[in-house]
């Protein structure tokens, strides 16, 4: 079975404060992607990445930043957190052939920035 | 406007009913459409998957595609309490690789 474990479930955190938000797969995907999902307007892909130190910007990337230093790890950063940024980020993970259309979500974190 | 839209709901049926869930899209490139559901505090899995136009069925769910109308519809026959969750169809210009862009999904509550 596939599996993207998150680092944390829940996490509260203050303005200003730099955010890391790991993601972990074991299935040795070339593609990791990071959401957010918010109440009406659905996931919203923030960054995404093909490949080791490879990174791509999603539709959403103001106020973050990523590290994929390692195939199976995928590192979201919010440099200086903002409250608009509280919502439940979701990793995923997915091959680059085969049923490559399948993402394999994480459990998500949800965020409060207070 | 959104790129894929989806009515928010919640949709609430009783167990047995036929649900009955659709999205449109503007971007006419989308050729792949998934829909995934996702249950409450979990994360999304995908439920099924089609390619271009037509119907595919796998069981009591059927997902059909009009692409001339870019509209997307999921079908869930013989409704069961355990399929009440957030349905969020998903489309994709390609498959390698793919870049999915969300609706913003269907709550729905399967009473019993």
């Known amino acids: 079975d596939v599996k993207v474990t998150q680092s944390s479930r829940y996490l509260v955190k203050r303005t200003g404060e730099k955010v890391f938000l790991e993601c972990v797969q074991d299935?040795?995907?070339?593609?990791m992607f990071w959401y957010r999902q918010d109440p009406g307007l659905g996931l919203r892909l923030i960054y995404f990445?093909?490949?080791?130190?490879?990174?791509e910007k999603g539709d959403i990337p103001e106020g973050y930043s990523v590290s994929r230093e390692k195939k199976e790890r995928f590192s979201l950063i919010l440099e200086s957190a903002s409250t608009n940024q509280t919502s439940m980020y979701l990793c995923?993970?997915?091959?680059?052939?085969?049923?490559?259309?399948?993402?394999?979500f994480g459990p998500g974190t949800r965020l409060t920035v207070t | 406007q959104k790129e894929v839209e989806q009515d928010p709901g919640p949709l609430s049926v009783p167990e047995g009913a036929i649900v009955s869930l659709n999205c449109t899209y503007s971007?006419?490139?989308?050729?792949?459409f998934m829909w995934y559901r996702q249950y409450s505090r979990k994360g999304p899995e995908l439920l099924m998957y089609?390619?271009?136009?037509g119907n595919k069925e796998d069981g009591r769910f059927t997902a059909q595609v009009d692409k001339s109308s870019k509209y997307i519809s999921l079908f869930i026959r013989d409704s069961q309490p355990s399929d009440s969750a957030t349905y969020l169809c998903?489309?994709?210009?390609?498959?390698?690789?793919?870049?999915?862009?969300f609706g913003g999904g269907t709550r729905v509550l399967v009473k019993p």
């Open positions: 995923a993970s997915s091959a680059s052939s085969g049923s490559s259309y399948e993402q394999y």
């Open positions: 299935m040795d995907h070339e593609n």
């Open positions: 990445s093909y490949d080791v130190k490879m990174k």
């Open positions: 971007n006419s490139a989308f050729q792949y």
């Open positions: 089609t390619y271009s136009s």
């Open positions: 998903a489309p994709s210009e390609k498959a390698a690789g793919n870049k999915l862009t």
